[in-house]
C-alpha cells in the first residue's frame, strides 16, 4: 500500500510552517528496508526528478503487488535549502543561515547506540542486528536541537537509521554520473554502480565531515569496532548517487536512473521481478583519498582543457588559468593532472579563485593527490 506523510519540522519562525513529504511502500518487517531521499542540497534538481520517476515505478509495482519489503521515498529532503533565494539565485547547496553545508554534520550515534547495546548482543546474527536496528532508531529519536535545521537532519536521519539500504541522491554543479560509498557497503553496491553506469564510483573509510550516508552506516562499523567478538552483519548499505550536472534535468536521464535503482532494489529482495542481466560496469571503485581536485591559486578566468568524463594522465594539462590584468605577454598559468583518472566533476564558475577547487579527477593512489587543503566542495 502507498502511503504519504507529511511530517512536519519544529518551527523556525512564527508565521512559516515547513514539512517533509513522506512516501511508504510496503510493510516494516515484510523484508529489507529502503530509504531514499533526493535534494538534500536543495538546488541538485536532477535528484528530485529521479525521485518523481522513481515514485510512479513504485506504484506500478504496488499496484502489481510486488512491494516485498519497506520503502521510504523522500522526494525532496529539504525545503529549508527550497526556500533560499539571493539576487534570484536559487542557493541550496548551504544553510544562508548560517548552518553549513545541508550535507555535513549530521549526528553520529555511534556512541549513544554502542552504550544502549552493552551486555545484550549475544550469539544470534539475527538477533543483534535487530538489537542494533533499534539502539539505532532509539538513539536518533533521543537527539536534541532547537534550530530548524537540527530538526530537518535529526528527523531524515530518524527516517533512514534503521534501513538496509540508503539511497541519497544528488548531483554535481556539473558531471557525469558517479557515487560515494563507505567501504564496509562495497562490494554490495557494486551492483547499484554498474547498473547506474556510474563513472567514477569512489570509496571511503567515512568519518571526516559528518554526511548523511556516513551518519547511516558508519554506526555499524562503529558498533562490530566495539563489540568485535558478537556475530553481527554490516546492516547498512548507504550510497550517495551523484546524477550528473544540476542543469541535467530530463526525463530521459531520470528515467533511466530510476529504472536502475528499481532493478537493484529487484536484485536486494525489496521488490519481486527479474532485474535482468548486470550490465558491464564503466569503471572499478576508487578510494574517495585518491580524487585530484584541481586548484588554482592565482584568480583568472578558467579554460578547460579537457571534457566531463574524458581519461586523462598524470602531468596532462587539464585546465589554463588566464590573467585579464596581467600584460599580454605574461603566460597562462598551467594546471595539471596530479593523477592518471577520469574527470568526473566541476564548477559552473570560470573564474578561478584561489585555493577554491573546481575540477575533479578520480584517481587510484592517494599519496598523488595529498594536499592538505580539506574540503573541496564545503
Ligand atoms: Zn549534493
Request: hydrophobic share 45%; with cysteine.
Given at each position: 500500500m502507498h502511503q504519504v506523510e507529511e511530517i512536519e519540522i519544529p518551527q523556525g519562525s512564527f508565521g512559516t510552517t515547513r514539512w517533509l513529504p513522506v512516501h511508504r511502500f510496503g510493510e516494516p518487517s515484510a523484508g529489507p528496508k529502503i530509504y531514499v531521499q533526493a535534494a538534500l542540497h536543495a538546488d541538485e534538481t536532477p535528484a528530485m526528478l529521479v525521485a518523481h520517476h522513481l515514485l510512479h515505478r513504485l506504484v506500478e509495482a504496488d499496484d502489481a503487488g510486488q512491494i516485498a519489503g519497506e520503502i521510504v521515498v523522500v522526494p525532496f529532503a529539504n525545503p529549508l535549502g527550497l526556500s533560499q533565494r539571493m539576487l534570484n539565485m536559487h542557493i541550496g547547496r548551504g544553510d544562508l543561515a548560517g548552518g553549513g553545508n545541508f550535507n555535513r554534520n549530521f549526528p553520529d550515534v555511534s556512541s549513544a547506540a554502542i552504550a544502549s547495546l552493552k551486555g545484550l548482543l549475544g550469539k544470534d546474527a539475527r538477533e543483534n542486528d535487530r538489537l542494533v536496528r533499534t539502539a539505532l532508531r532509539e538513539s536518533t529519536r533521543a537527539l536534541r536541537?532547537?534550530?530548524?535545521?537540527?530538526?530537518?537532519?535529526?528527523?531524515?536521519?530518524?527516517?533512514?537509521?534503521?534501513?538496509?539500504?540508503?539511497?541519497?541522491?544528488?548531483?554535481?554543479?556539473?558531471?557525469?554520473?558517479?557515487?560515494?560509498?563507505?567501504?564496509?557497503?562495497?562490494?554490495?553496491?557494486?551492483?547499484?554502480?554498474?547498473?547506474?553506469?556510474?563513472?567514477?564510483?569512489?570509496?571511503?573509510?567515512?568519518?571526516?565531515?559528518?554526511?548523511?550516508?556516513?551518519?547511516?552506516?558508519?554506526?555499524?562499523?562503529?558498533?562490530?569496532?566495539?563489540?568485535?567478538?558478537?556475530?553481527?552483519?554490516?546492516?547498512?548499505?548507504?550510497?550517495?548517487?551523484?546524477?550528473?550536472?544540476?542543469?541535467?534535468?530530463?526525463?530521459?536521464?531520470?528515467?533511466?536512473?530510476?529504472?536502475?535503482?528499481?532493478?537493484?532494489?529487484?536484485?536486494?529482495?525489496?521488490?519481486?521481478?527479474?532485474?535482468?542481466?548486470?550490465?558491464?560496469?564503466?569503471?572499478?571503485?576508487?578510494?574517495?583519498?585518491?580524487?585530484?581536485?584541481?586548484?588554482?591559486?592565482?584568480?583568472?578566468?578558467?579554460?578547460?582543457?579537457?571534457?566531463?568524463?574524458?581519461?586523462?594522465?598524470?602531468?596532462?594539462?587539464?585546465?589554463?588559468?588566464?590573467?585579464?590584468?596581467?600584460?599580454?605577454?605574461?603566460?597562462?598559468?598551467?594546471?595539471?593532472?596530479?593523477?592518471?583518472?577520469?574527470?568526473?566533476?566541476?564548477?559552473?564558475?570560470?573564474?578561478?579563485?584561489?585555493?577554491?577547487?573546481?575540477?575533479?579527477?578520480?584517481?587510484?593512489?592517494?599519496?598523488?593527490?595529498?594536499d592538505g587543503l580539506g574540503d573541496p566542495y564545503p
Amino acid at each position: 500500500m502507498h502511503q504519504v506523510e507529511e511530517i512536519e519540522i519544529p518551527q523556525g519562525s512564527f508565521g512559516t510552517t515547513r514539512w517533509l513529504p513522506v512516501h511508504r511502500f510496503g510493510e516494516p518487517s515484510a523484508g529489507p528496508k529502503i530509504y531514499v531521499q533526493a535534494a538534500l542540497h536543495a538546488d541538485e534538481t536532477p535528484a528530485m526528478l529521479v525521485a518523481h520517476h522513481l515514485l510512479h515505478r513504485l506504484v506500478e509495482a504496488d499496484d502489481a503487488g510486488q512491494i516485498a519489503g519497506e520503502i521510504v521515498v523522500v522526494p525532496f529532503a529539504n525545503p529549508l535549502g527550497l526556500s533560499q533565494r539571493m539576487l534570484n539565485m536559487h542557493i541550496g547547496r548551504g544553510d544562508l543561515a548560517g548552518g553549513g553545508n545541508f550535507n555535513r554534520n549530521f549526528p553520529d550515534v555511534s556512541s549513544a547506540a554502542i552504550a544502549s547495546l552493552k551486555g545484550l548482543l549475544g550469539k544470534d546474527a539475527r538477533e543483534n542486528d535487530r538489537l542494533v536496528r533499534t539502539a539505532l532508531r532509539e538513539s536518533t529519536r533521543a537527539l536534541r536541537g532547537y534550530l530548524e535545521l537540527d530538526a530537518l537532519r535529526a528527523t531524515l536521519l530518524g527516517l533512514a537509521i534503521d534501513a538496509n539500504i540508503v539511497l541519497d541522491l544528488h548531483c554535481h554543479f556539473e558531471g557525469v554520473t558517479y557515487l560515494y560509498c563507505n567501504d564496509a557497503g562495497w562490494p554490495a553496491a557494486a551492483a547499484l554502480s554498474a547498473q547506474a553506469q556510474s563513472v567514477a564510483t569512489l570509496l571511503s573509510t567515512g568519518g571526516a565531515g559528518g554526511s548523511f550516508d556516513e551518519a547511516c552506516d558508519l554506526p555499524w562499523v562503529r558498533i562490530k569496532e566495539a563489540y568485535p567478538d558478537v556475530p553481527l552483519a554490516h546492516g547498512c548499505i548507504a550510497v550517495t548517487m551523484e546524477y550528473r550536472g544540476q542543469a541535467d534535468v530530463s526525463d530521459d536521464l531520470a528515467a533511466f536512473d530510476a529504472d536502475a535503482i528499481i532493478r537493484f532494489l529487484q536484485r536486494s529482495g525489496a521488490i519481486t521481478g527479474d532485474p535482468g542481466e548486470i550490465p558491464d560496469a564503466l569503471c572499478d571503485a576508487t578510494p574517495v583519498d585518491a580524487v585530484d581536485h584541481v586548484r588554482a591559486f592565482t584568480p583568472g578566468i578558467i579554460v578547460h582543457k579537457v571534457a566531463l568524463g574524458e581519461s586523462v594522465v598524470e602531468g596532462q594539462i587539464v585546465a589554463e588559468i588566464v590573467s585579464p590584468e596581467a600584460p599580454l605577454s605574461t603566460p597562462r598559468t598551467i594546471l595539471r593532472s596530479r593523477t592518471d583518472g577520469v574527470v568526473f566533476g566541476r564548477l559552473f564558475s570560470r573564474i578561478a579563485r584561489p585555493g577554491t577547487a573546481f575540477l575533479s579527477i578520480a584517481g587510484q593512489d592517494p599519496a598523488k593527490v595529498k594536499d592538505g587543503l580539506g574540503d573541496p566542495y564545503p
